[in-house]
């Protein structure tokens, strides 16, 4: 099924979707876009290329209140957060970022071990993915393409826009996509030639050039495992690093949270925060010892992470080749660059 509806309508299905549960989607800010919850339909932009911090916060927020408790003399009340979850529409994500959401799915619901709040929250929402403009070229940092990831990819999306001209085509990829593409009761039906316009979009993603080089998922992840131990290596591509953790901060695929809590005299909260494992003290164990005292350490924990453990657990690279940890490095580290010099060493 393949609708269409003018750009300029789009505050019109914002406001249709609000009817229907909470609508997530980019919306203007003063250092960019990024993903909101939408209180007023007007919010809604989809005028930009990609967000600063990437949607995966729809799932997995930054912040989450588990279980809140009150302590007595000799007891301890402790009450659940109630998980309250209604239905929710993603809407303007970017075919490499419904690819992170697969990646976290492994992690989060994937290897029998379920976190129901991820769980919850991927059940309740529908992704509208949305293709990239190929008419202008990918940002420098970007190297989606190479990962196999194509400009204009439906998959994983529940629907799928691709703009023409002053259109938004929408196509269902899966039964909850049509489900609701056909609820929206969106009068106009696309013609042939539109259908036809969608399809050579979604070719011509595949073929959109970003960043390249030769990464082969297996290849690579042997070579990180031969250059563990080349300290020389490690120390020449982290010594400008900060260990302030904002790549990981951005980056769709870092899942590492921690669970502290926050007391104030009788009364706490249990919650769950991102974590990041640039941070000094993420390995700070209780008896004082931290393996991961080094920055070179830290940085091939993260990069080997993703290029060679994941490989070889759950034979997947953990990026998707977005370029948020290079665009928005203070000191401009870049991931690609270290991968192709660890293939070229």
């Known amino acids: 099924m393949l609708k269409k ?60 209140d588990f279980v809140r408790y009150q302590t007595g003399k000799s007891i301890l009340e402790a009450t659940p957060v109630e998980l309250n979850i209604k239905p929710a529409f993603l809407f303007g994500v970017r075919p490499c970022d419904v690819k992170s959401f697969e990646i976290m799915d492994i992690h ?81 039906e696309a013609s042939a030639d539109d259908e036809k316009y969608f399809d050579d979009t979604v070719a011509a993603g595949r073929n959109f050039k970003t960043r390249s080089t030769c990464v082969d998922a297996r290849a690579t992840a042997k070579k990180f495992e031969d250059l563990f131990h080349n300290t020389d290596f490690w120390e020449k591509m982290s010594h400008a ?20 809590d926050e007391t104030l005299f009788s009364r706490g909260t249990r919650r ?13 164990e209780a008896s004082g010892h931290n393996p991961r005292t080094k920055v070179y350490q830290r940085l091939r924990q993260k990069v080997c992470h993703k290029y060679s453990y ?20 203070p000191v401009n580290i870049d991931i690609f660059s270290i991968v192709e010099e660890a293939v070229k060493a």
């Open 272 to 284: 769950r925060v991102w974590d990041a494992c640039m941070f000094t003290d993420f390995t700070l």
């Open 310 to 329: 994941h490989v070889r657990k759950y034979g997947v690279i953990s990026c998707v080749g977005c370029g948020r940890c290079t665009r928005y490095c």
């Open 5 to 64: 509806t003018a750009i300029n309508k789009a505050t019109e299905l914002a406001a249709a979707l609000m009817e229907k549960g909470t609508l997530i989607a980019p919306v203007k800010e003063d250092a960019g876009f990024n993903f909101r919850e939408i209180s007023d339909a007007k919010q809604v932009d989809l005028n930009f290329h990609n967000t600063i911090i990437s949607p995966k916060s729809a799932f997995f927020p930054q912040t989450e």
């Open 241 to 260: 690093c900060l260990s302030c953790g904002a790549c990981t901060f951005v980056c769709p695929t870092c899942y590492c949270f921690d669970i502290c």
């Open 108 to 188: 989060f619901s994937g290897t029998g071990l379920v976190d129901p709040y991820w769980q919850k929250r991927r059940e309740a929402t529908t992704v509208f993915g949305y293709a990239f403009d190929l008419d202008k070229p990918a940002e420098a940092e970007e190297f989606y393409q190479t990962l196999g990831i194509g400009a204009a990819d439906p998959e994983g999306s529940d629907i799928f826009m691709v703009k023409k001209d002053n259109d938004l085509l929408m196509k269902a990829i899966t039964p909850r996509g049509e489900k609701l593409l056909t609820g929206l009761n969106i009068p106009s």
